[in-house]
């Protein structure tokens, strides 16, 4: 019996540490989906090799926090890579805040904008996979893209918008 009970606890432990990629992915996003600290949807959750990304735009450090902790202790993870931010003003992503006029809020309100929609009307580029944020004309672009020249086209695109005077790219190359 003895020897029973070892073969089935050495079996599940061998299934349990060769969990593939999806299943932890899927059991990572099932337990942020019940906490009541962290926001799912506004996190992606990527695995690769055991290695989890977590990218998006939180609302707080305790929220952040409790993602990486809830990835860190899932099952099968080897290692979570953290390229979550938290909000710092009205706008979306980890751009710093400067002090700046309404006239330049509404001026980056604008470039964000317009870099938003040209990267949804791009057809090589996800652009709901993308937040955007503007500070003083520098737009910072974060989220995922499915490859390194999908990434490539979203900064080329958000350059050639008018009055954008620098991109600060913060995009990871996920397979989803």
Do not use: W, Y
Request: contains cysteine; aromatic residues 2%; charged residues 30%.
């Amino acid at each position: 019996m003895k020897s029973v009970l070892l073969m089935f606890l050495g079996t599940f432990l061998a299934v349990a540490c060769s969990q593939p990629d999806s299943v932890i992915t899927a059991e990572v996003k099932a337990r942020m989906a019940v906490d009541t600290t962290v926001k799912a949807s506004q996190i992606e959750v990527v695995t690769d090799k055991k290695v989890v990304t977590l990218t998006g735009n939180l609302n707080s450090e305790a929220e952040k926090d409790r993602a990486l902790e809830i990835a860190r202790s899932t099952s099968g993870v080897a290692n979570v890579v953290d390229m979550l931010s938290v909000r710092t003003g009205a706008e979306s992503g980890d751009a710093p805040e400067p002090d700046r006029s309404i006239g330049e809020h509404i001026d980056d309100a604008v470039i964000t904008a317009a870099v938003k929609t040209r990267l949804l009307d791009d057809p090589r580029v996800k652009g709901l996979r993308i937040d955007v944020d503007t500070r003083e004309g520098v737009v910072f672009l974060t989220g995922s893209v499915r490859s390194k020249e999908e990434g490539d086209r979203a900064v080329e695109v958000a350059r050639g918008t008018e009055h954008v005077k620098d991109v600060k790219p913060n995009l990871i190359i996920s397979k989803g």
